[in-house]
C-alpha cells in the first residue's frame, strides 16, 4: 500500500500537541471527609503532578477560610516523592457552622496552578464515657469501685448499656461485666483483689454505644501487696527474717524481746504459725 501525504499529514496533527505544547502543572486538593463536627481534626491533601507525573519538593501555598470567608489557617507546605503534601489542624471547639473552603496554588517553572475544595462543619453530638476509680492503688481485700457516667450532647444518658473490662498487670481480663447507667447515666461496679492477685497496674477499660455511636474509655489503677514476712523490710524473705522470728520465739507483748512485726498473723503471740509464715514466704521478692 502506497503511504499518502495525507496520512502523513494526520499523523504529525496528531502528534504535535504533545511535542509543542506547555508541560501541564496541575494541583488538587481533598481532605479526608466531607463533614466534621466542632473539635475535629481535619486532615488536608494536596496533589502536584506535571503532565500527570507527580513533582516533588514544590512548595503549596495552603488557606482554610471559614464559612464567613475568614482566613483561618495560611500555611506553606512542601510536596513529597508522590508529590503529596499534607497538613492537619483540629477544628476549634467553639467553630462556626457551615461551609469551609481549602484553597492551593503553587508554581513550578513559570507555570501557576491553583484549585479548591470544600468540606462542612455541623453540630455533631458527642457521645462521652467516663470511667474512673475511687482510688489510685489499693491493697488486698480492700474495695474497689470503678464508676463513670455517659453524656450524648452534654446530657446524661440513662439505659446506657457499658460493657467494663478490667485487665491485671499482664493484660488477662479478670473481670468482664455489662451495667445499665442510671438516671445520671452513672454505673457502678465494685471487686476487690485478693494477696494471690498480681501486684502491679491494672487497666479498666469501659465502652458504650447509643445512636450509631461507640465510644470507649480507660483507666488504670495499683494493687500494693505488701510482703509482710519481710520482717526487717529489705525487700527479700530471707534468712535475716527467719532469725528476727526465731529471737522473739514464744514472747508476746510486754516481754523484752517482743517485737510485733514477728507476729504476723497478730494473734499476739510469736510462735509456730509465725515462723511457719516466714518459712512460706522464703525466698519471696517484692
Ligand atoms: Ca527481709
Ligand atoms: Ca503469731
Not at 522470728?245 to 510469736?270: E, F
Request: charged share 20%.
Amino acid at each position: 500500500m502506497k503511504f499518502s501525504p495525507l496520512w502523513l499529514f494526520i499523523l504529525l496533527f496528531l502528534l504535535l500537541p504533545s511535542v509543542f505544547s506547555h508541560p501541564q502543572l496541575e494541583i488538587t486538593v481533598y481532605t479526608n471527609k466531607s463533614l466534621y463536627g466542632r473539635g475535629e481534626k481535619v486532615e488536608i491533601y494536596g496533589e502536584v503532578m506535571l503532565d500527570g507525573v507527580p513533582l516533588e519538593n514544590i512548595m503549596v501555598a495552603l488557606e482554610v477560610r471559614d464559612p464567613l470567608a475568614n482566613s483561618i489557617i495560611t500555611r506553606t507546605v512542601e510536596t513529597n516523592s508522590s508529590g503529596v503534601c499534607t497538613l492537619s489542624f483540629s477544628l476549634d471547639s467553639e467553630c462556626l457552622l457551615g461551609t469551609y473552603t481549602v484553597h492551593v496554588s503553587c508554581s513550578h517553572d513559570g507555570e501557576n496552578a491553583s484549585n479548591s475544595s470544600s468540606f462542612d462543619v455541623e453540630h455533631i453530638p458527642s457521645l462521652i464515657l467516663i470511667v474512673k476509680t475511687s482510688n489510685e492503688t489499693y491493697k488486698p481485700g480492700e474495695t474497689i469501685v470503678i464508676f463513670g457516667n455517659v453524656t450524648y450532647d452534654n446530657s446524661p444518658v440513662q439505659g446506657i448499656l457499658v460493657a467494663v473490662e478490667v485487665q491485671d498487670p499482664e493484660g488477662t481480663p479478670i473481670v468482664i461485666r455489662v451495667l445499665e447507667t442510671g438516671q445520671q447515666g452513672n454505673y457502678e461496679l465494685t471487686l476487690q483483689l485478693t494477696s494471690e492477685s498480681k501486684r502491679g497496674e491494672y487497666s479498666v477499660h469501659a465502652s458504650a454505644n447509643h445512636e450509631g455511636k461507640q465510644t470507649m474509655a480507660s483507666t488504670t489503677f495499683q494493687l500494693e501487696i505488701e510482703l509482710i514476712t519481710d520482717i526487717n523490710g529489705d525487700g527479700v524473705v530471707n534468712i535475716v527474717d527467719l532469725y528476727m522470728a526465731a529471737q522473739a520465739w514464744g514472747t508476746s507483748p510486754g516481754d523484752p524481746k517482743w517485737n510485733p512485726k514477728c507476729d504476723l498473723d497478730g494473734n499476739g503471740v510469736i510462735n509456730i504459725i509465725d515462723l511457719y509464715l516466714v518459712a512460706r514466704d522464703f525466698g519471696k521478692k517484692i
